[in-house]
């Protein structure tokens, strides 16, 4: 699992939230199955919120790419508002999508699935957002 660009990073996201979806129509007519449908329908929403985030991310180097490319007499200036973009990335990274990804790696954990496809579900999906939370961090040196 290649994790190294936004694009990799954004489809395992999106790749998870279809099976995410996936398990939890499974577990719809199930009986007993109310925990497992629970704690599907948890990470789901969590991981929406990461997609939006990660969207978000998106904005910011597609910003910094434009920005870094406006022709200019003054660099100094220019590596001002650079750098301001890039600080405010690093800080949303740290502060709000990182956070968000470890909340959703801590409550999918602790939740208590009771079938076999519920705890495969919880192993498989905590792998990926722990994968997912070292990558950003490596990524953004945090």
Known sequence: MKLDTLAQRHKLIN???KKGFEFEESLI??????????????TVENLVTIEEMI????????TYGEMDNVRTRNFDEKE??????DDALIYFVDTIL???IEFAFDHLNGWNFVS???KK???????????LRK????????
């Open 15 to 17: 790749d998870l939230v």
């Open 29 to 42: 007519h199930a009986e007993n199955s109310g925990d497992d449908w629970g704690g599907a329908m948890s």
């Open 55 to 62: 969207r978000t991310e998106e904005i910011f180097l597609v």
């Open 80 to 85: 001002i508002y650079l750098s301001m973009v």
């Open 98 to 100: 990182l956070r968000r």
């Open 116 to 118: 076999d496809g519920g």
């Open 121 to 131: 579900f919880q192993k498989t999906f905590c792998k990926k957002l722990d994968a």
């Open 135 to 142: 990558k950003y961090q490596d990524i953004y040196d945090l």
